[in-house]
């Protein structure tokens, strides 16, 4: 596509519930990344995927925390039995590998923990 | 390890006023500077970048200076508009995969 695209843009869910973010990076990127950004905070790095390689998951905050990528194609971020500090923006990102610059962001999913 | 350091905001300005916020960084090796810049409701978009010392970035009007003596990227612009209201984040790649941002500065341009 002509950017990446994030869905849900937004999600109200209950404590305790799980939740799942969805990221279509631009085609023909192979590298694909997580970031989380809690209100009045700078980036924090989550997962990134490059390619077939073993994904670097050196960011995720908990074992509630995972991500999949099937191929160079969608990805999905998992939260499990969500918690109010869950609550943030969730920003997907792409570039065409991982030490190729810039990476090109989403709008993100902005999750709030009721 | 690497790091980054941005001026607190909010900052406040008249619009044509001169802009500067101050960027630092602590990295090993020869990292990549970026400015990104998120308008109220979109997501990160690029402003500029730098990726070696004494390079300059540029783009709508806004300059940085990628710095390795005083490890500084400072964004600047000679005069600001109330359409860059925003909040401006100074970034650094140093390899690995991830970028390391700042908390991020908030922009606010009164008419």
């Known amino acids: 596509g002509a950017g990446v695209s994030q869905s849900p843009s937004n999600k109200v869910t209950e404590k305790g519930k799980d939740v799942e973010l969805r990221c279509d990076p631009i085609s023909g990127h192979t590298a694909l990344y997580w970031y989380r950004q809690r209100l009045g905070q700078g980036l924090e790095f989550l997962i990134y995927f490059q390619g077939n390689s073993a994904p670097d998951k050196s960011g995720l905050p908990s074992d509630r925390f995972s991500a999949e990528r099937t191929g160079e194609s969608v990805s999905t971020l998992t939260i499990q039995r969500t918690q109010q500090e869950d609550s943030a923006v969730y920003l997907c990102?792409?570039?065409?590998?991982?030490?190729?610059?810039?990476?090109?962001f989403g709008d993100g999913t902005r999750l709030s923990i009721l | 390890g690497n790091s980054v350091t941005q001026m607190e905001g909010p900052v406040t300005l008249s619009e044509e006023a001169f802009l500067t916020i101050n960027c630092t960084y602590t990295a090993t090796g020869y990292p990549s500077l970026f400015w990104y810049v998120q308008y109220p409701g979109e997501g990160l978009q690029l402003l500029l970048k730098a990726t070696k010392a004494d390079d300059k970035g540029s783009n709508k009007g806004f300059e940085a200076t990628y710095r390795k003596e005083t490890t500084s990227f400072h964004l600047e612009k000679g005069s600001v508009q109330v359409s860059d209201s925003a909040v401006y984040f100074c970034a650094l790649y140093n390899q690995g995969g991830k970028l390391i941002f700042g908390q991020g500065t908030e922009l606010s341009v009164k008419p």
């Open positions: 990102a792409s570039s065409l590998n991982r030490d190729s610059q810039p990476q090109h």
